[in-house]
């Protein structure tokens, strides 16, 4: 019989609503349910709801507010939490079926070989985070850069971050390449290393990074 590790009820549940913000079913500054509601909504007792507030919390994803119930804090938080989740159950479910296989005694010498390697590799991407789920930066009139494309102010070498898409009004303009001015209203997605957001917003807005 397979094992695996179980994760506990009030961590599923703050990852559950972490991903919700990621894929902005909530926004930033919207209120949610207050813990009574939440444990309610997921079928579980107010302690368990608490704690998977607090640990949002926490993190400073949410703000819990005395009367106000919990309000969404932080976008970028949020996604960091979420992928240090999910690499770390990946890495924890390879050492899990590494510990079976030897127990059991049952695979060949090859195949835990494969189960190391693979272990090596997702601690590796653990220690990167990879960004598979893109930053996003809205462009304000205060930045220096306005009306500016990306080449002409170096955007990648200043920040490392890479332009994949921008919204502009109700559209969504893919790849748009080198040439791609910064406008008023504009929100600019780009991918990067774990630093990059930081990088991104003082590039941008220099003045705000100082005060």
Known sequence: MEKKLRVPTYQKIAVDIASKIV???YVIGERI????????SYNVSSETARRAVSILSDLGIVETIKGSGVIIKSYEKALE???EFKDLQTVNSLVADIKDSISRQKKETLDLEE???????NIARFQSINPFIPFEVKIEKSTPYL????????FWHHT???????????QTILSPGPYAAFQENDVFYFIGDQDSYRRVVEFLYPEDSIS
């Open 23 to 25: 894929e902005h079913q």
């Open 160 to 170: 490392g971050g890479t332009v994949i898409a921008i919204k502009r009004d109700n």
């Open 115 to 121: 189960k190391i390697a693979k272990l090596t590799e």
């Open 147 to 154: 009306n500016k494309s990306t080449s002409e102010v170096n």
């Open 33 to 40: 349910y207050t813990r009574s509601k939440l444990a309610s």
């Open 81 to 83: 939490f979420v992928r």
